[in-house]
């Protein structure tokens, strides 16, 4: 079945590093493009980061641009999210999310997210 496990959250100091892992089986990974949401309590989620099926063009939310970066491994079926000077409004829940587009028609996976907390 299909899965997209996340990992690598936790807590970390302002002006921190984190580097988030998505571990995805169950699909053909590299006909995805890959992206990560994150979600604030009380607060909509919102796209941070995608990269295409190759890996070939990044997009960023302006919010992250400079401090992350979004990579992917086709040959290990995982994405990463390197987040660094991480700030406190940086705190969410993050989410691992696979998207294709075929004649129109969306198929979209989501994991189950990991917490990330920017506090001193």
């Known amino acids: 079945q299909v899965q997209l496990v996340e990992s690598g959250g936790g807590l970390v100091q302002p002006g921190g590093s984190l580097t988030l892992s998505c571990a995805a089986s169950g699909f053909t990974f590299s006909a995805y493009a890959m992206n990560w949401y994150r979600q604030a309590p009380g607060q909509e989620r919102e796209l941070v980061a995608g990269?295409?099926?190759?890996?070939?063009?990044?997009n960023y939310t302006d919010s992250v641009k400079g401090r992350f970066t979004i990579s992917r491994d086709n040959a290990k079926n995982t994405v990463y999210l390197q987040m660094g000077s991480l700030k406190p409004e940086d705190t969410a829940v993050y989410y691992c999310n696979a998207d294709r587009e075929v004649a129109g028609r969306h198929t979209s996976y989501w994991g189950q997210g990991t917490q990330v907390t920017v506090s001193s």
């Open positions: 990269i295409t099926r190759l890996g070939s063009r990044k």
